[in-house]
């Protein structure tokens, strides 16, 4: 089986790859650099699952991967979730000193989780955005002045020093990751089911969806807007609830929802991370 995941190695997304496939035999990971490769490795049948970041503690959603699920991914259903702390580090290429640094390498979810850090430390430098936090820690090779924020497997994997550790500005940072395939997970009995859906442009209509799964108890572990890229002020909504989609109640649900809302996709059941 092969496993497509945001490459290369050293990044998050590969340490919830690794944590995935823990006693998982004759598995082989595909390093694509973007994360729209990485869904997209699905319906092209390059890889059989995928792992993409989905959501952090601190700076909330990844939207790219929301909005493909969401508005692109024909065909492709979440089967799993993993969930990893997340400490990042400073890294170089060779000795430094904070006055001496000028730019700095990262992801925007990176840069964004260590938005307080960056303005105390290094007020004046540029900051660049890059696909990943281990393509940012390959780009400070033989850079005097730049420094990466990203992962201190990457800092060992490529040979690089670390020069400040555990730098995000929330200590407790965890970061959500999807396992995506052409079918979605089977029933554990401890599941969850994401769920995307429009309701109408008139007052409460959103109210009446979701009570749906208020009157039959279903309970509701996050929600989230997102724009419908039809028109100014229409949103979609992202929904997570307890229960897996052939679950009776979650299937009753699902079709009542299907009478109070404009559209509606199932985007799969899985079993929740332990």
Known sequence: MKIGYLGPKGTFSEEAVIKYTQGVENCEVVEFNTIPEVINCISNSLCEEAVIPIENSIEGSVNIAVDMLINDANGIMIKGEVIIPISHCLISDAPVEFKDVHCILSHQ?????????????FPNAEIKATDSTAQAVLGVKSKPGVVAIGPERAAVIYGMRIIDRDIQDVKENYTRFLVLSQKDGVVTGKDKTSIVFSVPNVPGSLYNALGVLANKKINMTKIESRPSRKKLGEYVFWVDIEGHREDEIVKDALEELKGRTDFLKVLGSYPKFK
């Open 109 to 121: 979810q990176a840069i964004a989780q260590c938005r307080e850090y960056i303005s105390k430390k």
